[in-house]
C-alpha cells in the first residue's frame, strides 16, 4: 500500500481524532536501545521561540489503547530510542509535565500497521504521558518510506483531552542513506522524495528535523521538542 498525504488535507479530522483519543502513561520492561558515547547528533531543531508547525494528521492515527514505550512489536530495523520533549513556547518554553503525546508511523516496509497487508497488526504506533521534565521515550524503529513522502514520524499532543497539536517529524538526509543502505531496508534503497521536494516539510522542515546520533546498523537515538502555545 503506497499512502498518499496531502498536507491540505480537510484539518477538521483533528477535532475527529482528538475526541477519540483519550491518552495515558505507561512503560514495559523492554530497555530503550542506546548510542554509542562521543556521537555528534547530525542535526538540531530550530529553537522553541515559535510553536511546532501544525501538520496534517494523515490517515493512520495512533492508536489510543496501545499504552506503552516499546512499539516494535518484533518488527526488523535499526533500533530507535525516539525522545520527544514537549515545551510551552508562551511560556519561556518550560516543560509540559502530563500531556499525551501518542506516535505512529510506518514499519521498515513503508507499510503502516492496522492497513493493507498489515492489518492483523498494531505495531509502531502508542502514546505516552510527559513526566516532569515534557518527555516521554519511546524504544522503536527507524521509520521506513512510502512513495511520496518523505521519511517521517507523526505526533499528536493532548492536553485535558483537546488535541493541541498534531505534527510530523522529519529526518536527516545523510542518516536517511546511511540507514537505507543497511540490511533490514537496503531492500527498497533510498527514498526518492528529499525533505526539500516533500509538501509537507519543504516549507518549515527546519523547525520539523530530529536530531539524530548513532549507528545506524547497530542502534540510534532522536530527541524532538514539540512547542505548544
Same mark, same amino acid.
Not at 67 to 77: H, M, P, V
Given at each position: 500500500m503506497s499512502p498518499q498525504l496531502d498536507r491540505r488535507e480537510v484539518i477538521s479530522l483533528l477535532g475527529f481524532a482528538s475526541a477519540a483519543?483519550?491518552?495515558?502513561?505507561?512503560?514495559?520492561?523492554?530497555?530503550?536501545?542506546?548510542?554509542?558515547?562521543?556521537t555528534t547528533p547530525v542535526s538540531t531543531q530550530a529553537s522553541c521561540a515559535a510553536v511546532t508547525p501544525t501538520e496534517t494528521l494523515g490517515r493512520?492515527?495512533?492508536h489510543e489503547s496501545l499504552?506503552?514505550?516499546?512499539?516494535?512489536?518484533?518488527?526488523?530495523?535499526t533500533p530507535l530510542a525516539l525522545t520527544i520533549t514537549v515545551v510551552s513556547s508562551s511560556n519561556s518554553c518550560v516543560a509540559v509535565a502530563g500531556a499525551s503525546v501518542g506516535i505512529w508511523q510506518c514499519d521498515a516496509a513503508?507499510?503502516?500497521?492496522?492497513?493493507?497487508? %498489515?492489518?492483523? %497488526?498494531?505495531?509502531?504506533?502508542?502514546? %505516552?504521558?510527559?513526566?516532569?521534565?515534557? %518527555?516521554?521515550?519511546?524504544t522503536t524503529i527507524y521509520p521506513g518510506w512510502y512513495q511520496g513522502r518523505a521519511t517521517?514520524?507523526?505526533v499528536e499532543v493532548v492536553r485535558n483531552g483537546s488535541s493541541v497539536k498534531v505534527t510530523q517529524i522529519a529526518f536527516p538526509e545523510s542518516m536517511?542513506?546511511?540507514?537505507?543502505? /543497511?540490511?533490514?531496508?537496503?531492500s527498497r534503497g533510498s527514498n526518492p522524495t528529499?525533505?526539500?521536494?516533500?509538501?509537507?516539510?519543504?516549507?518549515?522542515?527546519?523547525?520539523?528535523?530530529?536530531?539524530?546520533?548513532?549507528d545506524p546498523?547497530?542502534?540510534?537515538?532522536?530527541?524532538? /521538542?514539540?512547542?505548544?502555545?
Open positions: 483519543l483519550a491518552f495515558g502513561c505507561g512503560s514495559d520492561a523492554a530497555g530503550n536501545p542506546t548510542s554509542p558515547e562521543g493512520y492515527p495512533a499504552i506503552r514505550s516499546d512499539i516494535r512489536e518484533g518488527k526488523s530495523g513503508g507499510n503502516y500497521s492496522e492497513y493493507g497487508t %498489515q492489518t492483523a %497488526q498494531t505495531g509502531h504506533r502508542c502514546t %505516552q504521558t510527559t513526566d516532569a521534565n515534557g %518527555q516521554v521515550t519511546f517521517h514520524i507523526h536517511n542513506a546511511a540507514v537505507y543502505a /543497511t540490511s533490514a531496508y537496503a528529499a525533505n526539500s521536494a516533500d509538501d509537507i516539510f519543504r516549507d518549515s522542515v527546519g523547525s520539523e528535523l530530529a536530531s539524530v546520533s548513532g546498523v547497530g542502534a540510534l537515538t532522536a530527541t524532538f /521538542t514539540v512547542a505548544i502555545a
